[in-house]
T-cell receptor, first 114, second 111 residues
């Protein structure tokens, strides 16, 4: 069974902390994505990666960075967490570009910044 | 730019009622269209898809037809169940790296 796993389901951090969210996929997918999901706003793309060590900004990259050192792992980093980054974070993966493949999602990490 | 507009929720139905969730899109190319579903406490999963005009995607009793003339991809189900309660997302992909998602429509089905 295909799988995308995220390191935590729930996370509570303090303002100013550095936060790492980890995502691992076991499908050998080229592409990986980080979204945040907020009520009424749907999914907004933060960053994506189409290959190891490659990354591209999405629609809302400010305040975030990412790392992809291995094909199966994609990390989202909040350099200095702020309360407006309280949200649900979803990781996804898919096969390579050129053809619209479906995305496979992890269960999400609900992050609260206090 | 490309965009997806879907009906606002929540939608509340009784069990066995007919469901329609409207979705329209704007795209410069020839997108593939998707419906994803998010059950409580879970990530999104693909429900169905259609890759070209007049294609019909179907799964678990849900259907949607890719209508190029009306730029629509409405989701329908003839008889909903309590277990269909979830958030439904319409999405498009033109073959690049980015999938454009709608805002989501929450469905509640009452027994």
């Amino acid at each position: 069974d295909v799988k995308v796993t995220q390191s935590s389901r729930y996370l509570v951090k303090r303002t100013g902390e550095k936060v790492f969210l980890e995502c691992v996929q076991d499908m050998d997918h080229e592409n990986m994505f980080w979204y945040r999901q907020d009520p009424g706003l749907g999914l907004r793309l933060i960053y994506f990666s189409y290959d190891v060590k490659m990354k591209e900004k999405g629609d809302i990259p400010e305040g975030y960075s990412v790392s992809r050192e291995k094909k199966e792992r994609f990390s989202l980093i909040l350099e200095s967490a702020s309360t407006n980054q309280t949200s649900m974070y979803l990781c996804a993966s898919s096969f390579g570009a050129g053809v619209p493949y479906e995305q496979y999602f992890g269960p999400g990490t609900r992050l609260t910044v206090t | 730019g490309d965009s997806v507009t879907q009906m606002e929720g929540p939608v509340t139905l009784s069990e066995e009622a007919f469901l329609t969730i409207n979705c329209t899109y704007t795209a410069t190319g020839y997108p593939s269209l998707f419906w994803y579903v998010q059950y409580p406490g879970e990530g999104l999963q693909l429900l169905l898809k259609a890759t070209k005009a007049d294609d019909k995607g179907s799964n678990k009793g849900f259907e949607a037809t890719y209508r190029k003339e009306t730029t629509s991809f409405h989701l329908e189900k003839g008889s909903v169940q309590v277990s269909d309660s979830a958030v439904y997302f319409c999405a498009l992909d033109t073959g690049g790296f980015k999938t454009i998602f709608g805002a989501g429509t929450r469905l509640f089905v009452k027994a």
